[in-house]
């Protein structure tokens, strides 16, 4: 019996094709299938049986980044992100799943195995000589700067950083990117919530979250996450859970089921008045806001300025197009070059015009793409996680 796509009435109903979606997407290019109204139009005719699904109507499902900006700016609360995952794991099942995605997804769960978790401290022990980014072909045929492997990575994994007058106890659930290429944003986040008065516990051994996999509609792959992480997790006791990846912290707060309060670590900053404090001198500073951080976990982006204004001697500076993807989504940077670099030199050009020194964000992968838009479009601006531009400049 051939699986079908299943798509509630109240879902297809909520959308009255008003087009505001098309605003906001990343990945619109002219085409009715580029952006989220013509996605869900597509979705509602392979349920309904009027048109097969077949490869033109995946590559338009393909080219979706899964920003979730269309849910943000969407008068009637559409939830285009349960409609998209039904309309990949039926993609996956009927068309199977293409190279990049396989392979993606594959090495995000070695990473997080035993052996690859060995392979991986080896890397970060032989990259010493490296640069901090490295010229990269990929397998679509373009180029990425790519971060090396740290030099010691799954560092501060199962470790309890203890406050000096504890308040309280977070769970740091520290990301792939971290545990692999920014182990020092991992220290930073650290080193800020014990300055606040939290003691940190990381646990020893969560995996990747599973959004990625969820994402491309391998629910079975990210139901295994999820089911391994629950356990980890449940061993400690803990508050809170606080993240530096807000795509993690999507996943914790929608799709885990449970009722913990998860926090980007700059809204615990943002809650204090007082301390800490951060000094500078004449810095410029100016900010990407994460899709995931207000879609996903909705933080409201005046959190991260609130907090870039509290250090003592810098200017914040707001670009045009601070809130607009930065055109990284994972694999889809990847899968899409050209849409992807289209968005990226946009967000690179706009910083620009801003005259700022740093451009700050709270998500690893966001840091990776601007961090290689920089260099490829010769663009001098320093990219920072702002928990690191915060640790060091901590007073």
Not at 51 to 71: D, F, K
Request: proline content about 5%; aromatic content about 8%.
């Amino acid at each position: 019996m051939a699986t079908k796509l299943v798509i509630p009435e109240d879902l297809v109903l909520k959308c009255v094709k008003c087009g505001l979606c098309k605003s906001v997407c990343p990945s619109y290019h002219g085409e009715e299938g580029s952006y989220a109204r013509g996605r869900l139009a597509l979705a509602e005719m392979v349920a309904r049986g009027e048109i097969p699904l077949n490869e033109e109507v995946a590559s338009q499902w393909n080219e979706c980044a899964m920003c979730r900006r269309c849910e943000w700016i969407c008068p009637n609360d559409v939830q285009y992100k349960e409609v998209l995952i039904q309309a990949r794991e039926l993609q996956e099942k009927e068309l199977g799943r293409d190279f990049v995605s396989r392979m993606g997804l594959k090495s995000l769960e070695f990473m997080q195995s035993d052996l690859g978790r060995k392979v991986i401290k080896l890397a970060g022990k032989l990259s010493s000589l490296l640069p901090s980014e490295i010229k990269t072909p990929l397998p679509t045929g373009t180029v990425k700067f790519m971060p090396k492997p740290d030099g010691k990575p799954f560092g501060i994994r199962g470790k309890t950083f203890r406050a000096e007058k504890e308040k309280g106890r977070l769970l740091f659930f520290t990301g792939c990117m971290i545990d692999v290429f920014y182990g020092k944003t991992g220290e930073s986040v650290v080193k800020l919530m014990n300055k606040l008065g939290y003691t940190v516990v990381v646990p020893e051994d969560i995996k990747c979250c599973g959004a990625p996999h969820l994402y491309h509609g391998n629910r079975e792959a990210f139901e295994k996450l999820k089911d391994h992480n629950l356990r980890e997790m449940e061993r400690y006791e803990f508050d809170a859970v606080v993240v530096a990846c807000p795509t993690c912290g999507g996943a914790l707060t929608e799709d885990y089921g449970k009722n913990w309060k998860v926090y980007d670590f700059a809204e615990l900053i943002f809650k204090e008045q007082e301390n800490p404090r951060f000094k500078t001198a004449n810095e410029k500073l100016t900010f990407h806001v994460p899709c995931h951080s207000y879609t996903a976990m909705r933080v409201d982006p005046k959190v991260f300025y609130g907090v870039m204004e509290r250090v003592e001697g810098a200017e914040v500076v707001r670009a045009e197009k601070a809130q607009s993807c930065c055109g990284f989504a994972g694999l889809w940077s990847i899968k899409n070059p050209e849409l992807s670099e289209k968005v990226q030199r946009e967000k690179v050009e706009d910083f620009e015009r801003t005259g700022a020194d740093y451009i700050l964000t709270t998500c690893p992968g966001c840091v990776l793409q601007l961090r290689d838009g920089v260099r490829k479009f010769k663009n001098t601006q320093k990219v920072m996680h702002l928990a690191d531009y915060l640790a060091d400049r901590l007073e």
